[in-house]
């Protein structure tokens, strides 16, 4: 069973950039497909972008498109997201996501069984 930490979220300025990382634990890191997803308070838990294992092709939600980037870091068994210019509509809470690997990307949080336990993000105007 793979086991997911998030960590990397705080407090910036709008413009700003932050790196989140995710490492996970356990013996399957590989061969399962990673996303990340964000919940802002009263909203619903969102898709901001995944990494897949077998081809390692990254999708992203239009509103992140060419301000964040997801990679991973397999030795390390981490997935990172990079997110810069930063606006105030990104705070939330970001969590990282497995599911096992697959060639087309998902995009519903009912498509990843396993899941950090989030970190926050705070974007201060």
């Known amino acids: 069973q793979v086991q997911l930490v998030e960590s990397g979220g705080g407090l910036v300025q709008a413009g700003g950039s932050l790196r989140l990382s995710c490492v996970a634990s356990g013996r399957t890191f590989s061969r399962h497909d990673m996303g990340w997803f964000c919940q802002a308070p009263g909203k619903e838990r969102e898709f901001v972008g995944a990494?897949?294992?077998?081809?390692?092709?990254?999708y992203y939600a239009d509103s992140v498109k060419g301000r964040f980037t997801i990679s991973r870091d397999n030795a390390k068994n981490t997935v990172y997201l990079q997110m810069n210019s930063l606006k105030p509509e990104d705070a939330a809470v970001y969590y990282c996501a497995a599911a096992s690997s697959a060639w087309v990307v998902r995009t519903s949080q009912n498509e990843y069984a396993i899941w950090g336990q989030g970190t926050q993000v705070t974007v201060s105007s």
């Open positions: 990494i897949l294992w077998g081809n390692g092709r990254t």
